[in-house]
């Protein structure tokens, strides 16, 4: 038996038993079902454990030698090469991505643009007060979910910061208070108790709700008798006066609320909120906790920033970082990238078909471990080791705390880790050669 960290998605639980015959883990303790569907997929039927290289308009398996030559010779003839995704592999495959960038002068982002990153972009000029899991567990007395449904997404995030007791207090869950703000109720809705407070917004109205809550911190009566977004107004005050009255309160922001609108800005003005109520606070403060899936969503910025002073995407041509306004979605939008190396992540199923269109149309490298849409229009497919089970490293969970991963099992066919791959890719580009 044996304590490890599961890598399933970005809590990164470092409390669960294994039992392994050095082939296969036998027996999991303490997973939730997704966690336990880590561990399945190392011998999932969708499991690529053999390089391929599209031939004739079909995805052939063939030997490592001949894919990789296939992947540098696209890297050569590529002149704005795009790196993408690198949210599910550790953060020594992330340097080595963002190394390899520097080398053929690519632009690189991870997952983390498109989702929690771009909190932390407008945090920069605002501020923000980040939590902790463990600082929720211990001291806190608020939880409000917005646009977030981690009964489904981050299984034992409830378990963990609503249900357990702190080291500070006797008691748990019988002095937190759980908010819910969504537009349809979700299965974390089920934990809610008399206590509680749920609140079903109307869909796209959560602007709405923020700017009354704005105007209410300023001017006390401003909210209208028969309330804001669907939702009552004593429901209202209610909310507004945990939110003044709380001691350690966080709001634990989900992909719901960070959709872009061409209108306003929701991040921007959830933020604002946020300092007018922490100016209001007497007693304590409210912060926020970013839930981001992938295990290692939150790993990118750091990365970047350590190793090249600014976090989220990276810009370089001959081999220098260059300032960029580019994002992911514009690089894209406006074609301006003519080959894309895709890790760990699967683009054509999950951006909008007006950018996945355009990526299929350019040549693809796929540096993954399973099939997904993305490995069936690549032009090579470059199997790895499962971070987490067959490889192991560093990783940041959703509240920026940095985990160890380690390896417990061999990886079929000897197959590298995503850090390893992308370091060849690096050498034999720096070579000058392919062989
Ligand atoms: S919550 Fe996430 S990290 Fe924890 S066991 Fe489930 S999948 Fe693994």
Not at 196 to 223: Q, Y
Not at 236 to 260: C, D, F, S, W, Y
Request: hydrophobic share 40%.
């Amino acid at each position: 038996m044996k304590r490890i960290t599961c890598s399933g998605c970005s809590l990164l639980c470092d409390d669960l038993i294994i039992k392994s015959d050095g082939l296969f883990v036998t027996e999991v303790i303490g997973a939730c079902l997704k966690g336990k569907e880590r561990f399945d997929q190392v011998s999932a039927q969708n499991r690529i454990t053999h390089p391929m290289i599209r031939k004739e308009g079909e995805l052939k398996e063939v030997k490592w030698e001949e894919a990789l030559n296939k992947a540098t010779e696209i890297i050569k003839n590529s002149s704005n090469p795009l790196l993408y995704g690198f949210s599910n592999v550790t953060c020594e495959a992330q340097e080595a991505g963002m190394k390899l960038a520097q080398k053929i002068g690519g632009f690189i982002d991870s997952n983390a643009s498109i989702c929690q990153g771009k909190f932390l972009n407008k945090a920069k000029k605002l501020g923000i007060n980040l939590t902790t899991i463990t600082e929720i567990i211990n001291k806190g007395d608020l939880i409000i979910l917005w646009g977030a449904n981690p009964a489904e997404t981050i299984p034992r995030l409830l378990n963990k910061v609503l249900f357990s007791r702190g080291k500070f207090r006797m008691t748990g869950r019988e002095i937190k208070t759980l908010i819910i703000i969504d537009p349809i109720k979700t299965a974390s809705f089920n934990v809610m108790g008399v206590r509680d407070l749920p609140l079903i917004v109307e869909p796209n109205k959560d602007i709405d709700l923020i700017r009354i809550l704005k105007e209410e911190c300023c001017s006390v009566d401003s909210i209208p008798s028969e309330g804001v977004a669907g939702i009552d107004k004593d429901d209202l005050k209610r909310m507004l006066l945990h939110l003044t009255g709380a001691e350690n309160g966080v709001i634990i922001l989900g992909q719901g609320v960070i959709q872009p609108h061409p209108d306003y800005d929701l991040v921007e003005e959830l933020l604002e909120l946020l300092q007018m109520i922490n100016e209001r606070q007497e007693k304590g403060r409210i912060s926020l906790l970013l839930m981001g899936g992938h295990f290692n969503m939150t790993g990118f910025d750091h990365v970047a920033l350590s190793a090249y002073g600014s976090s989220g995407s990276l810009e370089f041509k001959k081999n220098q970082k260059v300032k960029t306004e580019e994002t992911l979605v514009s690089k894209i939008e406006n074609d301006n990238f003519d080959s894309s190396i895709i890790v760990g992540t699967d683009p054509i199923s999950h951006l909008p078909h007006s950018l996945s269109s355009k990526i299929a149309k350019k040549p693809l490298i796929l540096i993954d471990n399973h099939s997904t849409a993305s490995s069936h229009i690549a032009e090579v497919v470059l199997p790895t080791a499962i971070s987490g089970i067959e490889s192991g490293g560093l990783a940041y969970r959703l509240d920026q705390i940095p985990i160890e991963l380690s390896k417990i099992l061999n990886p079929p066919n000897n197959l590298p880790s995503d850090e390893e791959l992308l370091n060849q890719l690096y050498e034999l580009l720096n070579q000058g050669r392919s062989e």
